[in-house]
């Protein structure tokens, strides 16, 4: 696919870290981009500065959603472009914690809350699932740009975590290992429409949350680094978005799975 201001996409999560990267490489083509994210204030500065539309969505939230869908389609036209960013460890306020563990004090037993766990789940996989089925509806309704039939590419955000899932993450691996898992399954399903779809699997990569690490605890900072085999680095969320242009651009990248993480494999701990 040609990347240029004759093309639409929307960018989930697109405020900050990897998806703001994202925005910011498919404008410097002259790709038309609408960011979703839950962050008005965030999100309103981050499509100013790069010329962005902004819709304030809650990939939570069906009805949301297809509001969003329908603001990003009165602005820039239908989208040919989706890059699902959205999602996270935890919901906001909420811990994890193993799938069984004893309190230190007590001894007693303390199951992993299936509240927490399935609103994990609700974040990452079923939002994710959720914008990829709007998206791709829409698509479906456009002419083909090429001879092969390409009407549309999506790509999803995973986490190294979907394989190498750390002691506590057992909802985070198991939200970011269901959308690995489908990535297959769905660009089988739209292959007849010429919809592709990949995913990447992050490493650590420098984004806010990561990078407010370095104030509070410079000695983990530097542990994380050196944690990687190399470069001896968090990633860049340029890097990531590289990644991501690589699977809109090369038509013939379609139900992949690609880990960047500089070569490490997660320990336990």
Same mark, same amino acid.
């Given at each position: 696919?040609?990347?240029?201001?004759?093309?639409?996409?929307?960018?989930?999560?697109?405020?900050?870290?990897?998806?703001?990267?994202?925005?910011?490489?498919?404008?410097?083509?002259?790709?038309?981009?609408?960011?979703?994210?839950?962050?008005?204030?965030?999100?309103?500065?981050?499509? !100013?500065?790069?010329?962005?539309?902004?819709? *304030? &969505?809650?990939?939570?939230?069906?009805? +949301?959603?297809? %509001? /969003?869908?329908?603001?990003?389609?009165?602005?820039?036209?239908?989208?040919?472009?989706?890059?699902?960013?959205?999602?996270?460890?935890?919901?906001?306020?909420?811990?994890?914690?193993?799938?069984?563990?004893?309190?230190?004090?007590?001894?007693?037993?303390?199951?992993?809350?299936?509240?927490?766990?399935?609103?994990?789940?609700?974040?990452?996989?079923?939002?994710?699932?959720?914008?990829?089925?709007?998206?791709?509806?829409?698509?479906?309704?456009?002419?083909?740009?090429?001879?092969?039939?390409?009407?549309?590419?999506?790509?999803?955000?995973?986490?190294? !975590?979907?394989?190498?899932?750390?002691?506590? *993450? &057992?909802?985070?691996?198991?939200?970011? +290992?269901?959308? %690995? /898992?489908?990535?297959?399954?769905?660009?089988?399903?739209?292959?007849?429409?010429?919809?592709?779809?990949?995913?990447?699997?992050?490493?650590?990569?420098?984004?806010?949350?990561?990078?407010?690490?370095?104030?509070?605890?410079?000695?983990?900072?530097?542990?994380?680094?050196?944690?990687?085999?190399?470069?001896?680095?968090?990633?860049?969320?340029?890097?990531?978005?590289?990644?991501?242009?690589?699977?809109?651009?090369?038509?013939?990248?379609?139900?992949?799975?690609?880990?960047?993480?500089?070569?490490?494999?997660?320990?336990?701990?």
């Amino acid at each position: 696919m040609k990347l240029d201001s004759s093309i639409s996409a929307i960018v989930t999560g697109g405020a900050s870290g990897l998806g703001a990267a994202t925005v910011k490489a498919l404008r410097d083509l002259g790709v038309k981009v609408a960011i979703f994210d839950f962050n008005p204030e965030t999100g309103q500065a981050k499509a !100013a500065e790069l010329g962005a539309v902004f819709c *304030q &969505v809650d990939v939570n939230d069906e009805a +949301a959603v297809e %509001a /969003g869908f329908a603001q990003a389609r009165a602005a820039n036209g239908q989208e040919r472009i989706l890059v699902a960013c959205a999602g996270g460890s935890r919901p906001t306020g909420v811990s994890g914690g193993k799938t069984v563990s004893r309190d230190r004090e007590t001894g007693a037993l303390v199951r992993h809350s299936t509240d927490i766990f399935e609103r994990v789940l609700r974040l990452n996989t079923v939002g994710t699932f959720r914008c990829i089925t709007n998206a791709a509806a829409g698509m479906m309704g456009l002419d083909p740009l090429d001879s092969d039939g390409l009407r549309g590419a999506i790509v999803a955000t995973g986490s190294v !975590a979907a394989q190498d899932g750390q002691i506590g *993450q &057992v909802a985070y691996s198991a939200a970011k +290992a269901a959308i %690995a /898992g489908m990535t297959l399954t769905i660009a089988r399903d739209l292959s007849s429409e010429g919809i592709r779809i990949n995913t990447i699997l992050p490493g650590i990569m420098a984004t806010p949350p990561m990078l407010s690490m370095k104030e509070r605890n410079l000695k983990v900072w530097e542990g994380l680094n050196a944690s990687v085999p190399f470069p001896r680095r968090l990633g860049k969320p340029e890097e990531f978005a590289d990644l991501a242009l690589t699977m809109l651009r090369n038509d013939y990248f379609n139900g992949q799975v690609v880990r960047l993480d500089g070569a490490i494999r997660m320990p336990p701990r």
